[in-house]
């Protein structure tokens, strides 16, 4: 019996799934799940790379397969790097998968989970797939791909198809669950496992001794900080009021890091609204992620509320690891919102409050010990709830509840090979 892990993008990428990708590979494999992992030779920001074709990462085998590379920045070319992954990882799955083997499928690229059934069947594999957004869904409330509608229809169908055959659908909050339930996946398939960041990896640095607060003159202020994808699902609209209307406060400054599909919009807006107090900086290194993550003294969340059931902010978890509060921009009843509420961990304002989100930020200002309860608050809940022992332990139970025969009868999955 192997697992194949299959995700568009796997380390070194430094993208939020290959994170948690390669987190999950490397665990099972320590524990002594036999894995392979099937990806691209991509990264995820950086088009030009090309990363061998086969290598092993801490005893994972890593087989990186061979697909066009235009990137994210033309719907049409991401649409092909798409097509080539799913007609790659169809043939390799017949090649390679055995009866008896089980295929946890990501969600990166798309849709992977439609061809990935049809050759887990022919193969006699089994099949989970790991829902970490939902497409198209995603496309449609973004508004993006609105002259296919056919087509649109089309993919839910098999989307939902390639989900009711699977033996799991992993996805992680309840909100996602409920809407497949409703859409007739089956209850028992589905499965809610939350996120998880490395507490080791990630852990809280003092803030006077953080040195990228002194390599990026920050010494002294008040930092409120986004860190992650600037993708179309976030708001940086009331990030940017917010900033507006506190850019005579002088102690205060906000500390974009990253990149994605609106760096230049939101680039623009701050030239335009000339706010000084404003900082863009690229994605950090994950060796200092710890530094990148301690350098704010508040952090900002955001998801538009319409996204809810497809998306999770995934940032949220290597926050709760720093220990560091946050202010979540979306729906205030919503599944991060409640987080941070039952935590005590952070705040929530509503979409396009910027004088709300710009008065919760002066609170935090002005109160510097609830900023450090509540992020002392956020790390006693990420070792409660978001560890990588506790994610990939609930991962191991997942996968022996999945070791289902093709009529439905239950059977043992054959014990991990000892190292």
């Not at 030239?271 to 704010?296: C, F, H, W, Y």
Request: hydrophobic share 45%; aromatic share 8%.
């Amino acid at each position: 019996m192997k697992l194949f892990l299959i995700n568009r993008y796997f380390y070194p990428d430094e993208s939020a799934t290959s994170r948690i990708v390669t987190s999950l590979a490397l665990a099972l494999s320590a524990k002594g799940w036999p894995v392979e992992v099937l990806t691209s030779r991509s990264l995820h920001n950086d088009r030009t790379v090309r990363l061998a074709g086969s290598d092993a990462v801490k005893g994972v085998a890593v087989h990186r397969i061979r697909t066009t590379a235009f990137g994210r920045h033309r719907l049409i070319g991401r649409a092909i790097d798409y097509a080539t992954f799913h007609l790659a990882t169809f043939w390799h799955l017949l090649r390679r998968a055995r009866p008896g083997d089980l295929c946890i499928v990501c969600t990166d690229p798309p849709l992977l989970s439609v061809p990935a059934i049809l050759a887990t069947a022919l193969r006699g594999a089994g099949q989970v797939n790991w829902l970490h957004d939902l497409f198209p869904e995603v496309a449609q409330v973004l508004g993006v791909g609105t002259r296919f509608g056919r087509f649109m229809r089309a993919a839910v169908r098999l989307r939902d198809l390639s989900l009711r055959h699977a033996r799991l659908n992993v996805v992680p909050m309840q909100t996602m669950a409920a809407y497949l339930g409703r859409r007739g996946i089956p209850e028992g398939t589905l499965c809610t496992l939350s996120h998880w960041s490395d507490g080791d990896a990630i852990r809280p640095v003092d803030r006077a001794r953080n040195a990228l607060r002194d390599e990026w003159g920050l010494a002294g202020r008040f930092v409120v900080g986004y860190s992650g994808n600037f993708g179309r699902a976030h708001d940086f609209t009331t990030f940017l009021r917010a900033a507006s209307l506190l850019r005579l406060r002088k102690e205060i400054v906000f500390v974009f890091i990253g990149g994605g599909h609106q760096q230049n919009s939101i680039e623009a807006a701050i030239a335009a609204m000339k706010l000084d107090n404003v900082i863009m900086k690229p994605l950090q290194p994950r060796e200092r992620l710890s530094e990148t993550l301690g350098l704010a003294d508040l952090h900002l969340i955001s998801l538009t509320p319409a996204m809810e059931p497809f998306v999770i902010p995934s940032k949220l978890y290597g926050i709760l690891a720093a220990g560091r509060p946050a202010v979540f921009v979306g729906h205030l009843s919503g599944e991060i919102a409640s987080i941070l509420r039952a935590g005590d961990c952070g705040r929530s304002v509503p979409p396009g409050d910027g004088a709300g989100l710009a008065d919760v930020i002066l609170s935090y200002a002005r109160d510097p010990a609830l900023g450090i309860r509540q992020g002392d608050n956020a790390r006693r809940l990420f070792d409660a709830r978001f560890t990588e022992a506790a994610g990939t332990a609930a991962w191991e139970r997942a996968l022996a509840e999945a070791a289902i025969e093709p009529a439905g009868s239950r059977s043992a999955l054959p014990p991990p090979v000892t190292p």
